[in-house]
């Protein structure tokens, strides 16, 4: 059974950082593409950021671009999202993602850690 658990959320201030990690297991965390998404409130869940088995590929939805940085360490089956000069629209609940490799969908999920960015 794939387990995927989210840390380091928290209350940050404009212009601030946090640092998530996702820890994986269950399955080879190196086959796999990781991505990050968040929901804030009364809104549907949303893309922020993928990045492929061995790092070469990433991508961001616009809003964070030079602002946030996906990576992974498949040797501790982690993958990370730095956040820097965050903002109050950045305030969500930040799921982490492993995508199947046969239907490219995205179908186990984190438990998801809140994320509050005060102005």
């Known amino acids: 059974q794939v387990q995927l658990v989210e840390s380091g959320g928290g209350l940050a201030q404009a212009g601030g950082s946090l640092r998530l990690s996702c820890a994986a297991s269950?399955?080879?965390?190196?086959?796999?593409?990781m991505g990050w998404f968040r929901q804030a409130p009364g809104k549907e869940r949303r893309f922020v950021a993928a990045?492929?088995?061995?790092?070469?590929?990433?991508a961001y939805t616009d809003s964070v671009k030079g602002r946030f940085t996906i990576s992974r360490d498949n040797a501790k089956n982690t993958v990370y999202l730095q956040m820097n000069s965050l903002k109050p629209e950045d305030t969500a609940v930040y799921y982490c993602?492993?995508?199947?490799?046969?239907?490219?969908?995205?179908?186990?999920w984190g438990q998801g850690t809140q994320v509050t960015v005060s102005s």
């Open positions: 269950g399955r080879t965390f190196s086959s796999y593409v």
């Open positions: 993602a492993q995508r199947s490799v046969t239907t490219r969908q995205y179908d186990y």
């Open positions: 990045i492929s088995w061995n790092g070469d590929y990433i």
